[in-house]
């Protein structure tokens, strides 16, 4: 038994002194087994160029449903598509996980307009989702604007029947455009309930882009721990009415805003995350999840959020089928649900992994835009990080540099774990919060070529995770 | 002075030694002038983001103007225009250089249809730049489909009263959508030189694009030394066009095609180069130019060919001034005329640059599209390439990874010279061949943001190589 155990461990360091002397070796170039791996990424990639079928399925899914907030009919016949669409690939085994969701409806369309100077505006206003209605007749109240929570904090009684502007735009000076949104967006989630504390009357908040423009983005808002009868109405106006206004409170500061909106709360509603899956060949019982999210913003039709993450998490495993790649362990393709407007499919899907006692060993989410690709954000353990940033030479001949420590995504970080390895696609941002949440996010907007490299470059961190991340017993987790 | 030598020498050793060391020491960091650029750098990148002229430069310029192919009143007014922004910017001196282009109309809306199975179809056609008219009454003519020069070479005497149609379409595996171009362009450029030596009566040609739609994209192509009697016109279908056509050939072989164009090719015009510049304060003698070409196709606005290259350049300037950035050697804007169908321009300046003795030690070029940035292509010896590729670290934070050695551009390459460093901006290239000299390349395609950062990008690395080409003296040329 003795002379066996020194013979393995023998074996062991003679076969990782070669392995390293190898790299050692082929510093400059490729391993073999390397040389293998670029060969199969580059043939995902050139599948996904010459037969996707992602384009085609965005459009279906973007032209004719469109829009499908968490509840509507029109996630129900997201839903139903899903499931066929992924039959039509041919996965192992489709199902659909029931979730009761938020059911919020937008009502009429808001109307907000104000007086400066014996002037009239309108302005391109949308209710933030959750927002309560306003009185039939609207809300009709003098504005303070401020640039933050602090600021309207600082106001205190001062609010009263007031109208709470928050006009902090975004900083354009990240080049990541997200972290941009991440700098701005706590005065849509949380303004209102800020504000309802002391009284105000309403809120209205700059909409959440790069750009100056006339759209009004939605998007969520809390009421945090607010009783009900302090909940005020919420809403978004475009970039450049904000200024407008801004600047028409100096020269005017009694001016009276006046909005309306006829948008509530409904009871939950029964919806679903559609599965499917491919069996692994190897270790069947381990899981990597790969998805984007089904619902979207009403306003436009979910096309780069997140129809593009949608139809590229499918193909994903098409790809695989199509080049007769077969996982060694489990792909699962996930459409989760209500991703916008409370991560209820996600968390159904991780209650019902840990209910089954399922192993899922990683995640990859697309839910950054369908633009072109740039590169993965990675939420692992350090010794997996380090494997997935040591694939860089495979991934930037396709423009895939960034192989960041980062966040995944709203719907799979439900699945972390120390062991577990999460990430999430990103494609430039500098495009995507001209669309987000408008009703601008439509088909049109999406670069087919763009939203093809996605799905290969998705496809390609795939096939190496499953070919390295679980059985490599040197970061077996 | 032996001692002085050996001072020298000692002092030159072991400053290089020091440097080395440095460079050792804080390898993971950057060494502390490598901090100061990198300050610099983001100074640039965040005035461009928040302070820039170039967009509304680019609006002015495409949606005031329009398109400006070479002699036309549009190309006038887009060099007054030039002269104009350029002295707003404030450069120590601006002026224009004459050059004679040629002068090419497209005459009336070309026609084009055919009919299949008692099935008329309009086929979406322009004319290629300097294609002769076909008769009056158009051509009608069966069709030879064919994939390349050779295949046309091949058919020799059964092409007479035919029209040759070249049907090549991109290589859409080729992740750089600029190589698939350079695979296919031939088709377009010597297709009417190959076929008119045989008497074929025409020539049309797949779009050169990746896409399948319903543009026609225009461009150069050329007669070589065909004598004018064989001259027949060519011209270019939309890619669907092609696909159908191609269909339909295969159903019905004997299918008669009709085209009609009126363009002809007038006697030279007049034009300008239009150039500025900032004096260099230490070393003025010395030149860094940057440019792009004011000339575009006439069936668009010209927006990213190459409206964004001539206002990225000119804000590279602007960007030095506003951050008061002084360039030691003189740093020199041009808008090059005719670049789309001559390079006269580019050859005229060459030309004066020779004849006045100047001394061009670099060159950064523009003109491939707006979109969001990637990198440079390095045309320069191997020190200077060296050098170059160095400063990645500065310049990857802003997704500027791409170093690779190519070429540079039209329009600067004739400054080629062995210690000249020239420069290609690459911005991303995947929707570039979606608007390539069609209607559709107009300003709204181009985003803000992108746009901004391309003139960031291209300030940084003339701010470098300003600073470290050709003052250090390592690498003096």
Not at 15 to 34: A, F, H, M, P, T
Not at 170 to 175: A, Q
Not at 321 to 330: C, M, S, V, W
């Amino acid at each position: 038994m003795k002379k066996l155990s020194l013979l393995l461990l023998f074996t062991f360091l003679w076969v990782s002194c070669d392995q390293k002397q190898k790299k050692i070796i082929n510093k400059k170039g490729l391993s073999s087994e390397e040389k293998i791996d670029s060969t199969k990424i580059k043939t995902l990639f050139n599948s996904a160029l010459t037969q996707s079928k992602s384009y085609e399925w965005l459009r279906d899914l973007t032209q004719n449903i469109g829009g499908r907030l968490s509840g509507s009919p029109e996630t129900q016949k997201a839903v139903e598509w899903g499931k066929k669409v992924m039959k039509e690939v041919g996965l192992d085994s489709v199902w659909l996980q029931p979730v009761m969701v938020p059911h919020w409806v937008r009502g009429e369309k808001e109307i907000a307009n104000y007086t400066s100077n014996g002037i009239k505006k309108n302005v391109p206003i949308c209710a933030l989702g959750f927002s309560v209605a306003t009185p039939k007749a609207g809300i009709l109240a003098e504005v303070i604007e401020v640039k933050s929570l602090d600021e309207a904090r600082a106001l205190g009684n001062k609010m009263k029947g007031k109208i709470i502007f928050f006009n902090r735009s975004f900083d354009n000076t990240l080049i990541n455009t997200f972290k941009a949104y991440g700098g701005c967006v706590d005065q849509r989630v949380r303004g209102a309930a800020v504000c309802g504390e002391f009284g105000a009357k309403g809120v209205i908040v700059r909409s959440m882009t790069n750009s100056v423009d006339d759209y009004p983005h939605t998007g969520i808002m809390s009421y945090g721990n607010l009783p009900k009868e302090k909940y005020i109405p919420a809403a978004a106006i475009s970039s450049r009415a904000a200024n407008v206004l801004s600047d028409d409170l100096k020269l005017n500061p009694n001016l009276k805003f006046h909005f309306k909106q006829s948008c509530k709360t409904l009871p939950d509603a029964p919806s679903f995350n559609v599965v499917g899956e491919i069996k692994g060949t190897e270790t069947p019982e381990n899981i990597f999840v790969v998805g984007g999210h089904l619902d979207s913003w009403d306003l436009g039709e979910g096309a780069h959020d997140d129809g593009t993450g949608v139809v590229q998490s499918l193909e994903v495993a098409y790809l695989f089928k199509k080049n007769n790649i077969k996982p060694k362990n489990t792909l699962r393709v996930v459409f989760f649900m209500n991703e916008e407007n409370g991560t209820r499919g996600a968390k159904k899907y991780a209650e019902l992994a840990k209910l089954n006692k399922e192993n899922h060993i990683g995640g990859l989410e697309s839910d950054a835009g369908g633009h072109t690709p740039r590169g993965f954000s990675i939420d692992a353990n350090s010794v997996n990080t380090k494997l997935l940033q040591s694939w860089k030479k495979l991934l930037s001949p396709y423009g895939l540099h960034d192989l960041d420590k980062g966040g995944s995504g709203a719907d799979i970080s439900p699945l972390r774990g120390e062991n577990v390895t999460l990430v999430g696609y990103r494609p430039d941002s500098q495009r995507y919060f001209d669309y987000h949440h408008t009703s601008r996010d439509t088909f049109d907007k999406v670069n087919k070529r763009e939203l093809e490299l996605g799905s290969a470059s998705m496809a390609s961190i795939i096939y190496l995770m499953d070919k390295y991340l679980y059985s490599n017993t040197m970061v077996k987790p």
